[in-house]
């Protein structure tokens, strides 16, 4: 297979696993590096992904609460969803571990969830997001306590 200048399309994405890995770091300046972390919720060809208003909570969730996080908070670069369903990127500044992002996940998890009603959902109203109609409480909890429970393994 041919490198791609997509670091995603260089992983053969039939034997990946739920998981938090290490995409690819990239260098800027000399001086900064950007990891790419592929917070992956379920396996690709499992054919079972993550239901769009799932996707959507957790986006909102934890773009929001992983910025508040004491240890990682202030490295966090983006964290956004994959087109695949199948989980998110989460990118930071320099020198940010796996080990940190599963221990702010699970303070972040241990502080927010259970999820009860759309109140819970940071940014959920039309003034902050584009579609604040689509959102699933249940499901989000479910798979949250799931991929909590896969990084705590």
């Not at 900064?32 to 972390?37: F, I, K, M, R, Y």
């Not at 208003?53 to 969730?61: A, K």
């Not at 994959?82 to 599963?102: K, P, W």
């Amino acid at each position: 297979m041919k490198k791609s200048v997509v670091s995603s399309f260089d992983v053969d994405h039939r034997t990946l696993r739920e998981g938090l890995y290490l995409r690819s770091t990239y260098t800027i300046n000399d001086d900064l590096s950007v990891l790419s972390w592929d917070l992956r919720f379920c396996a690709p060809m499992d054919r079972k992904p993550l239901s769009s208003g799932v996707v959507h909570t957790i986006e909102h969730l934890m773009a929001y609460y992983l910025r508040l996080d004491e240890v990682i908070g202030g490295a966090i670069v983006s964290f956004c969803p994959m087109g695949c369903q199948t989980g998110f990127y989460l990118s930071t500044m320099n020198s940010v571990s796996g080990e940190q992002i599963a221990q702010a996940l699970t303070r972040v998890y241990n502080k927010v969830f259970p999820i009860t009603s759309t109140e819970d959902i940071v940014g959920l109203n039309e003034i902050q997001c584009g579609n604040p109609y689509l959102y699933d409480i249940e499901q989000t909890n479910e798979a949250m306590k799931s991929y909590i429970n896969i990084l705590n393994k």
